[in-house]
């Protein structure tokens, strides 16, 4: 069954704007699923779906001016056996929207005790600011704050935004004066009548309205716009006039003064929260600079690509990468905080280092081990004999080691100004070891000089000694190049972290028999994936690529090891 999705109430707005669209055509949806964004001048809302199904069509565009009833969507409802309601027919509300859009046809709170502010001279007073009605929203947060104790405000001046899970909301002033006191902080809960602010206005006997039905705040208390969540989808008035200051106060990339305005709607910022993004910094590219989501991005590429000290980096945190924000998870269902250990703690601070440090590129290739394979397992027995497990991968740390004395830079460092090589004339090749208590490295010392059973007792012996945590300092330091096997676990390819200083990693994948060609007939060959990460400022791609050929040679006809 099609259901149309309608513009909901928007209030006392004529038309609003679609700033977003956050689905597609051929999308899955549920209820509570935005399809799109709109906004007026104070507000933005998301629009749900309001059902489950398919998205058939969209008939709204990023920039349409759009006005209550208008169609946004169609969606075809999978295995709904209910027909619309009447209202959902008329286009009123969305199918299975809350109930609450009954009370949408009382003119909003909006306004009304900023409306009627009117100042006259006398002595001066203090007004106070609360939250006004924010409708049925629930967990309403404040996500900015743009006035500071002492800041001189207008009536349109911002003072704080609030947000809740569908919508966001700027507070004004309402008044004009000097503000006393801030009373809330970003990441706070509020709530109606709410207190925000104290504001002195000076020479005048403020006589401000009470807001509607004396809600929440007392007698000198500032209503100013009602929040109406997607919940309860209505869009406040825009502002009876828009003093010059506002006005003035035009998003530029520099940081606006506080109470300056800043256009974006919730899914915006919420993302400048997640990449750590300060949006006062960011500049707007919609209409009436209002800010998008690339414009967001843009930022962040901007941040990483500038030179350090820059403007946009030296907002971020002290390596010029912005820091990432610190999110309430039990606010989306039940959690449980348990620290890393002492092993893991360490790999993620070395795996973070070499991430950010060294450009990562990795080549993938294929080495065909039919050959190998069948060597392996004549090997059987006399392993057993030796009571010597034999993996492959004691053949291919053997290949690694012909190969970095063919490509001497892949065992290599790069000196501290990176500037020059530090060739190694020793193949020390560390594998990676997963163990409970985290990724460990051990290093086998002089691998060229071993052969294919020293080289699996080494494995054998270095993984034992790192999962039962026996391995000393000097079985982990030392290495040149590594190898990191998930091959008993599975995947066709991975990209392995280097483990700096190093240059290279070698990651092995699941062998795989797969049918090959072989310029005749396709053949039944077992295919071995490995994937090399390394520096880019140590190795080019060509020499990468030549690496990984050479060790599948390596490996696909192993005879080549005794040469
Ligand atoms: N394809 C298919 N099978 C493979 C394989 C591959 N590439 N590599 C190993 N196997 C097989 C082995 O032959 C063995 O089979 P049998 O028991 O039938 O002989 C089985 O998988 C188990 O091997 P293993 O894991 O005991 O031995 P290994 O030598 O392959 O690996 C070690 C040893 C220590 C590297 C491994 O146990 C390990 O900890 N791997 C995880 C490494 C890791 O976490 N890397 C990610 C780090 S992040 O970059």
Known sequence: MATEIRIPDIGDVEHVEVVEICAAPGDEVAPDDALIIIESDKASMEVPAGASGVLTSLAV????????????AVIEVA???????DEEQAGDVPAEAPPEVSEEHEPPAAAVATASATPEPGPSSTVEIRVPDIGEAEDVVVVEVAATAGQRVGEDDLLVVVESDKASMEIPAGCSGTVLEMHVTEGVAVTEGTLIATVEVEGTTAALA???????????????????????PTLPSPPAAQPAAAAASEPTAAKPSPGSRIYAGPAVRRLARELGVDLALVKGSGSRARIVKDDVKAYVKDAMSGPVGSAPARSASGSGIPAMPEIDFSRFGPVETRALTRIRAAGAANLQRSWLNLPHVTQHDEADVTELEAFRASLKDEAERRGVKITPLAFIIKACCYALKKFPTFNASLDAGAGSYILKGYYNVGFAVDTDEGLVVPVIKGADQMGIWELSEAVVDLAGKARDQKLGMDDMQGGSFSVSSLGAIGGTGFTPIINAPEVAILGVSRLAVRPVWDGAAFEPRKMLPLSLSYDHRAINGAEAGRFVSHLCELLADIRRLSL
Do not use: C, F, K, N
Request: glycine share 22%.
């Open 79 to 85: 295995g709904s056996a209910a027909g619309p309601t």
């Open 210 to 232: 009470p807001p509607p039905g004396g809600q929440g705040a007392g007698p000198e208390a500032v209503g100013t716009e009602a929040l109406r969540s997607a919940e309860a």
């Open 61 to 72: 565009a990023v920039g349409d001016a759009v006005t209550e009833g208008d169609l946004i």
